[in-house]
Nanobody, 122 residues
Framework: VQLQASGGGLVQAGGSLRLSCAAS????????LGWFRQAPGKERELVAV????????IYAESVKGRFIISRDNAKNTVYLQMNSLKPEDTAVYYC????????????????WGQGTQVTVSS
């Protein structure tokens, strides 16, 4: 399974961006989809995870109420709607896929996208 992330860019604080990540195939390994991010000099951190049905989601405390993860299974695509962006949201964002919730949520996913840069200016 290949994951292709897109939608990053430069935005002013308070603005919005929507990231997309398309999977090349629908398999059991794409049951759980997630977004992570890594800022310069920092460790990669979980942003959000969504289940196959879309009914179960988890978010990092730092993005709750601002970011929304969703998926379109017909398109094998996961989205991350990012609102009220802050300079501290600046990072490379990666999508991830796995059949295991534990592996996805702990950053041990089997499949990873190439990353898309999000830069929020103050």
């Amino acid at each position: 399974v290949q994951l292709q992330a897109s939608g990053g860019g430069l935005v002013q604080a308070g603005g919005s961006l929507r990231l997309s990540c398309a999977a090349s195939a629908r398999t059991g390994s794409t049951n759980l989809l997630g977004w992570f991010r890594q800022a310069p000099g920092k460790e990669r951190e979980l942003v959000a995870v969504i289940s196959w049905s879309g009914t179960n989601t988890i978010y990092a405390e730092s993005v709750k109420g601002r970011f929304i993860i969703s998926r379109d299974n017909a398109k094998n695509t996961v989205y991350l709607q990012m609102n009220s962006l802050k300079p501290e949201d600046t990072a490379v964002y990666y999508c991830a896929a796995d059949s295991s919730f534990v592996r996805v949520s702990t950053g041990e996913s089997e499949y990873w996208g190439q990353g898309t840069q999000v830069t929020v200016s103050s």
